[in-house]
């Protein structure tokens, strides 16, 4: 069993790694199961049980609950409006008129009695089915038994704070159940208003019912309000409301299952024709497009893809002319220093003078090699870790001396126009921002053409500090200016005075970008450029 264990993982492992191909893009899919369409599904399914759940929980557990408050409020609403009415009776002949309790009784099937606190005595009572009953027959109180009953719920009533209550009770504790009637032809006139008493226990849940009472004064007579209402029974609801339910949790389950089905595969497929693009962009293939679906965030997902392809193949492009251009300027310099060394071999070995020319011009060429790897060794220090040695000084100064510094340097008369605003202090690090200077003025110096002129300005904004280098020279095309600030891009080489290799431009980007301040050129062919960065205060 072990053996077949082992075996059994060591197949699995195998599978997964000769899965990964192209940089890590498996080929073989995941189960399914950990998918993001059977997620959907699944959290579906999970949220309509959880509904379901919840209404059959409400259905069996709390429907009772809420159908006994609800029915003591109304019980109570009703009641209290009917005392109002006979505790604000304005004569006697309104308070002995009853037909207010008659109609609650007949209308809402309450048994309603009205007692006289001194007597004892039913002054009115209804049945529920409205037919006067001052016997109070209809609950079962006996001609021998009905005094005392009464004695006993004015004592009641009394012991309450507030005179009065409205309750939930067994129907016993202010019935008698156990009616027999001895006298079946109805001699004793009471088994008309026994029978429906019995059908009323009958129908009664849990031999429940509403009791409300009322004590009161009207012209010095002590009155007693009581009503009895039976709460008749839920089970027949309940069974149909079970069934009803029943119906309910099959057809939701089922219009879950589909709509959860439709959703996942909706929100799933794009996300799937994804993944299969950038397996094949991983191969190199940058001619793939990813589509989103609609829904915001996926069609976020594929802008911010194919955005990310569109760099990664300008990055490729970009790739392609630094090896050419890199190619190029290796070889020229290569190529001169070969053929030299085989001018001293096989011409010049043994003339002094040319001899020594054609080594002048190997060692130039070597240094020309060796300043070339310079270069592009500090570019990549200078991408990777720049630390910044930040302080605070006065950049106008700074600028002018570089300024003067050029012209004593400059030997082919250029004309250098100079407006800097005075004592503008900047938290920067001054080396570099003096290397970002030199190289504005010497690429100013190299495409200035004939014009032979180059002006620098700096000024004071609200936030920052700007700096201008313009020339009047041959200026930069339209379709190069995106790319000058790439490394190893060069202008037009039939406008250059001078030699360059690319990432002059590329190194002022990194220093302003980690002095969180701005860069760029306004420029047009053949009128000139302007080189500026901005630095925060």
Same mark, same amino acid.
């Given at each position: ?20 191909? !192209? ?35 409400? /259905? ?9 408050? %609800? ?29 207010? $309790? ?22 009115? &009572? ?12 209809? $609950? ?12 006993? %719920? ?9 005179? &009065? ?8 504790? +202010? ?6 009637? #001895? ?18 226990? #009958?129908?009664?849940?849990? !031999? ?6 009322? +004590?009161?004064?009207? !012209? /010095?007579?002590? =009155? ?30 089922? *219009? ?24 094949? %962009?991983?191969? &190199? ?15 976020? $997902?594929?802008?911010? %893809? ?5 760099? $990664? ?7 392609? #002319? ?6 190029? @300027? ?25 001899? @020594? ?15 070339? =790897?310079? #270069? ?12 910044? !040695? ?8 700074? =600028?002018?001396?570089? =300024? ?5 340097? @400059? ?46 300005? *700096? ?28 490394? +190893? ?49």
């Amino acid at each position: 069993m072990n053996s077949r264990k082992n075996n059994s993982k060591i197949k699995n492992k195998n599978k997964r790694n000769s899965a990964v191909k !192209n940089g890590g893009i498996l080929s073989v899919k995941k189960s399914q199961v950990n998918g993001i369409r059977f997620g959907i599904w699944l959290y579906f399914m999970l949220f309509a049980m959880c509904i379901i759940v919840a209404m059959w929980l409400y /259905q069996f557990v709390f429907a009772k609950s809420y159908y006994d408050d %609800l029915k003591l409020k109304d019980v109570r609403e009703i009641c209290d409006d009917m005392a109002q009415v006979y505790i604000d009776a304005s004569v006697q002949s309104d308070f002995e008129d009853g037909s207010t $309790l008659k109609s609650i009784a007949k209308v809402n099937g309450f048994n309603v009695y009205m007692f006289n606190d001194e007597y004892f005595q039913c002054l009115q &009572g209804y049945d529920s089915n409205g037919q006067e009953d001052k016997t109070v027959s209809a $609950l079962g109180w006996t001609s021998a038994d009905a005094k005392e009953r009464m004695k006993a %719920l004015f004592e009641e009533v009394k012991a309450d704070e507030n005179s &009065g209550f409205c309750k939930i009770v067994p129907v016993d504790e +202010y019935s008698v159940f156990e009616i027999e009637d #001895d006298d079946p032809s109805g001699d004793d006139g009471q088994t008309g208003n026994l029978t429906l008493l019995q059908s009323t226990i #009958d129908q009664a849940e849990e !031999n429940r019912a509403i009791v409300y009472t009322r +004590y009161f004064s009207h !012209n /010095q007579i002590k =009155v007693l309000i009581f009503v009895y209402a039976p709460m008749y029974s839920m089970s027949t609801t309940m069974d149909t409301l079970a069934a009803q339910m029943s119906v309910v949790t099959v057809v939701a389950l089922v *219009l879950t299952f589909a709509v959860g089905a439709l959703v996942s595969w909706q929100l799933s497929k794009p996300i799937e024709k994804m993944s299969k693009s950038a397996a094949i %962009l991983a191969k &190199g293939n940058y001619d793939v497009h990813f589509e989103g679906n609609g829904y915001v965030e996926i069609d976020n $997902l594929s802008d911010s %893809l194919n955005y990310a392809t569109r760099e $990664l193949a300008k990055a490729e492009t970009v790739r392609k #002319d630094i090896m050419a251009n890199v190619s190029h @300027d290796l070889r020229t310099p290569l190529t001169l220093i070969r053929s030299y060394a085989e001018m001293i071999r096989d011409l010049s070995g043994d003339n002094k003078e040319k001899r @020594d020319k054609h080594l002048n011009t190997i060692i130039s060429e070597t240094d020309r090699l060796t300043n070339m =790897v310079n #270069d592009i060794l500090k570019l990549s220090k200078t991408e990777q870790r720049m630390e910044l !040695n930040t302080e605070e000084y006065n950049i106008s100064e700074q =600028v002018t001396e570089i =300024v003067e510094m050029m012209r004593v340097g @400059d030997e082919k008369g250029f004309i250098i126009e100079c407006d800097i605003q005075p004592d503008v202090l900047v938290t920067a690090d001054k080396e570099k921002i003096s290397q970002v200077v030199i190289n504005f003025l010497t690429n100013a110096f190299k495409y200035s053409g004939e014009s032979r002129f180059v002006r620098v300005t *700096l000024v004071r904004l609200k936030k920052s500090v700007r700096v201008d280098v313009i020339d009047r020279g041959i200026g930069i095309s339209q379709e190069e200016l995106p790319y000058i600030w790439d490394r +190893y891009t060069k202008a037009s080489l039939k406008h250059q005075t001078g030699d360059s290799n690319g990432i002059g431009l590329s190194i002022v980007k990194t220093i302003i970008s980690k002095h969180d301040g701005k860069y760029g050129v306004n420029s047009a062919l053949g009128k000139g450029s302007d080189f500026y960065f901005e630095l925060p205060l």
